[in-house]
């Protein structure tokens, strides 16, 4: 028991163990999803100059000449410049995307994306089955599965129609257990 309890003083399964477990940092691995979300929003964005594009998981949105731009990643917003989504002139987007991609290349949003990695994992660490997203079956009563116009209205609109429903009004505010569900109703 003495031999045994002399290897002691060599064993550390608290310090060492944390830092065993920790992985070396890759800066390609932490850079590689907004690289290939830069590469795609520049193809589907000149895709749509040829008008074969309707998206749907992008990253940016046209209108009125400005382009809305939001990094997703993992499920959750990037904010570059403070902000989830930033507005960039139609003809100026080409270039903001090689800027912002010269500068993820150089490595100086490895911090934030490091950042956003380790708050997605304790996010995901501490969620529960009642945080996590519920899907809706298609057999299900809710606005998207029955309302004949859900694919052409914006972004906006559906999310106003979404907030609405949860809060137990059709999508012109009227309330469902006074004048029944009219999913269809007028915005």
Known sequence: ME????????????????AFAIKPDDPAKIRR????????????????AAGAVKGGSRWWQ?????????????GSTFALSGSPTN?????????FLDKLEQIVDAGALDDALKAAQAERARAQAA??????????????????NDREDWDS???AQRQKVNALFR???????TTIAEVGYKPDAQL
Do not use: M, Y
């Open 3 to 18: 031999l045994l309890s002399s290897l002691a003083g060599f064993i550390d399964n608290e310090g060492l163990a944390e």
């Open 33 to 48: 999803p907004l690289l290939d979300g830069i590469a795609r929003s520049r193809e589907q964005f000149a895709e749509r």
């Open 62 to 74: 046209l209108q009125n000449g400005i382009v809305a731009f939001t990094v997703k990643l993992a």
């Open 87 to 95: 507005h960039i002139p139609e003809a100026l987007f080409e270039a």
């Open 127 to 144: 969620g529960t089955g009642a945080n996590r997203r519920r899907v809706r079956s298609s057999g299900e009563r809710h606005p998207s």
């Open 153 to 155: 209205l914006t972004w």
């Open 167 to 173: 809060d137990g009004c059709n999508p012109d505010g």
